[in-house]
């Protein structure tokens, strides 16, 4: 890949063009896709943790089935809590790490600006607060709102369900499905967002933030967050296990702070150590119409809204988003 020309919009700008998922290439490349596929089962990524993460909190801090069988506050707010718990360690984390303690400076970091403060376009006039606040009181209790429901309904067996003694390889294909699925449900629920209407009503809330950080993840209007969970009712139909359901949950609740961070990777000293943000979706943080999916499933190459990063593709997408919005 060719190093672009430098552009002056950014504080660090990857190679481009970005890369993407060749998952709908054609004609198929299979060994690409299962390349692509490794890495992010063959290393430590963000996908690798959340799942020991949904193992861990599946076998240590999972309410009784029994308990689940009826609908009650205790075992409620108790799955609550530990969504909540998880989104400060994952948000609050980073945080800390790229902008309270500024651990690495600006490196990696794609957007020169800082978060804003004192700035009446955001909820108690400040970016992190408004962040914060709309991402525990909408998107943290609708997804947590979503794990009730699955777990009261498969604690009546209201669920088709399977384990991996039963079908380890159906068991073990979800683990792969899961991130594609979500990237899928992700790409079409986000151009309905898009839709001027649902724009205005919901998602121009997410939008406050071009220059994006690891609390901007989930922060949702409600509306928003309840059609952006619902990639979690996959598990409702199709049969899946309780693992399955925590590991989907923390890729759509946990993932997005991850990949909003701001800043490519995590980086001590003067070495990258973790990828973390997500250039792909910084673009359509910065240029709205464009990028409306995820890597992982590429959607924008196959509808004309893909933005590689180059300058020629910036064009584009600003030809594009006046067309659009001269109708």
């Known amino acids: 890949m060719d ?3 430098r552009n002056a919009t950014w504080n660090h700008q990857p190679a481009s063009p970005i890369p993407v998922s060749p998952i709908l290439n054609w004609p198929p490349q299979p060994l690409k896709w299962l390349k692509w596929v490794g890495s992010y089962w063959l290393a430590i990524t963000s996908v690798t943790i959340e799942l020991a993460l ?10 009784d089935w029994a308990e689940m069988r009826t609908l009650s506050v205790g075992w409620i707010f108790q799955i609550w809590v530990r969504n909540f718990i998880l989104l400060c360690l994952v948000a609050g984390g980073l945080h800390l790490w790229f902008i309270t303690f500024i651990g ?25 607060w408004d962040n914060m606040f ?15 429901c699955y777990f009261w309904a498969a604690a009546n067996a209201y669920l088709p369900q399977t384990s991996f003694s039963e079908n380890p390889i159906w ?13 899928f449900h992700f790409y079409w629920a986000h151009r309905f967002l898009h839709w001027p209407p649902m724009y205005r009503l919901a998602h121009s809330l997410h939008h406050r933030n071009i220059n994006i950080g690891p609390w901007a993840g989930i922060s949702m209007h409600p509306i928003e967050a309840l059609l952006y969970f619902s990639t979690l009712m996959i598990h409702f139909v199709v049969p899946s296990h309780p693992i399955h359901f925590i590991f989907h949950a923390y890729v759509n609740g946990l993932n997005p702070c991850v990949s909003h961070s701001g800043y490519e990777g995590i980086s001590v ?15 359509h943080h910065r240029y709205f119409e464009c990028n409306y999916g995820t ?14 990063g180059s300058d020629e593709a910036t064009a584009t997408t600003r030809n594009r988003k006046k067309h659009m919005h001269s109708k």
């Open 171 to 183: 068991f073990i294909a979800w683990l792969i499905i899961i991130p594609i699925w979500s990237s």
């Open 3 to 5: 190093k672009p020309r």
């Open 295 to 308: 890597a992982e499933m590429p959607w924008d190459v196959l509808f004309g809204s893909f933005h590689d």
């Open 269 to 283: 000293e003067n070495r990258k150590r973790f990828n973390t943000g997500d250039f792909f979706h910084q673009l």
């Open 104 to 128: 690495q400076q600006k490196k990696l970091k794609f957007d020169k600006r800082d978060q804003i403060d004192k700035n009446g376009h955001f909820t108690f006039r400040n970016q992190v």
């Open 134 to 148: 709309w991402s525990i009181a909408s998107s943290l209790t609708l997804w947590s709102a979503y794990e009730v």
């Open 54 to 63: 949904a193992l861990g909190v599946y076998q240590f801090f999972q309410p």
